[in-house]
């Protein structure tokens, strides 16, 4: 059999990007592979499981317009098809009057991204939100909410097949190849071809890109992020999403709370460089994948600018009183006790040789390939709309 289209990888960018295709192409013939043996297995069943309002993002930047978009498409997906969700809402705290610039500065963002109820707001209004949290102001951001985004994804899927779509687990591919009009899709244990192929393999994007023959600079490094959870007696201290100041000069948002919309709270989460992409574990190690980091100029250029951030987010990973003094700039009250350790999830950073980090969403395309090498958060929030220019992508270059 010849697919129409074959997707790489079933986390929420592949998902969505299958279910916009059979929308578009109710008739066509859709595989999706996944290396693993479930959908989500990834970064989208381990991230924080927030619906993010898009508000930090660069103004027309890819992030900004598909957060804002996908954001939307979501919250009407879940109504639609009774996924669990939350519209709780979330506060950006300044916990110091140093940090006010850059609290405007984030609100203005807000304003030109188009985030609807955003409200700068004094202590008292914060307590009134969150009676246990500590700042001197805040920004309120109604619209954020809460998912469960692996109950997404097997929605997605679930509409996926009752078009025209399959899927096979535990087909990790190896290598792409052209074969006529037709690509040869090698995997570890079968071969099937297709006419077009979209790599949505997240943390092993650029390998597979690799496998198909396209020549990038960009390279995936891992980080992990490792979360604690608060135990059920100490839940109450959290009614929503409490998140700090992001610094402006460190590519995560530090360390907040998350209330969780299958119940819990998560702490968290610090970034530490993993030494295995699927590296959830403090002591994760693969010989080849830290080889190929280390041989990769930008890591060091990267290492060598946030050097100093690094070793702070080490000293968190193996000091649990690190950690909460982290999260008592926030919540004061909370205390070691209170908290017990949740499971890591691990981020794809795509690095360029000079150090920089792509902020933004990266395609490659060929006229029978497109190649995701970048889908940083919000890419969960933003799904449904990264299909959605996936598909006019795929009708650009591959001539639909």
Known sequence: MTYDFIIVGAGIVGLSTAFKLSETYPDARILILEKEDRVAPHQTGNNSGVIHSGIYYKPNSYRAKNCVDGRHQLVDFCKEYDVTHEICGKVIVATQEEQLERLDDIFETGKINQIEGIKKIDANELKDIEPYANGVKAIHVPCTG????????????ELVQQKNGSIKFEQEVTGIQSAGTALKVETKKEQFTTKYLI???GLYSDHVAESAGIKSDIQ?????????????EAEHMVKGLIYPMPNPAFPFLGVHFTKMALGGVECGPNAVFAFKRE?????????EETIETV????????????WRMGLDEYYRSFSKKAFVRGLQKLVPAIRPNHLETAPSGVRAMALQ???DIINDFQFEATSQQIHVLNAPSPAATAGLAIGDEIVKQAQHNFNL
């Open 199 to 201: 790599n949505c393999a």
């Open 279 to 287: 590296g959830y574990n403090k002591l994760s190690f693969n010989l």
């Open 295 to 306: 041989n990769f100029p930008g890591f060091w250029r990267l290492a060598k600018q946030h």
């Open 220 to 232: 995936i490094v891992p980080f992990r992020g490792e979360y604690y959870q608060l135990k059920p």
């Open 353 to 355: 040789p000079s150090g």
């Open 146 to 157: 809460i998912v469960d985004f692996t109950g997404v994804c097997l929605k997605l899927l």
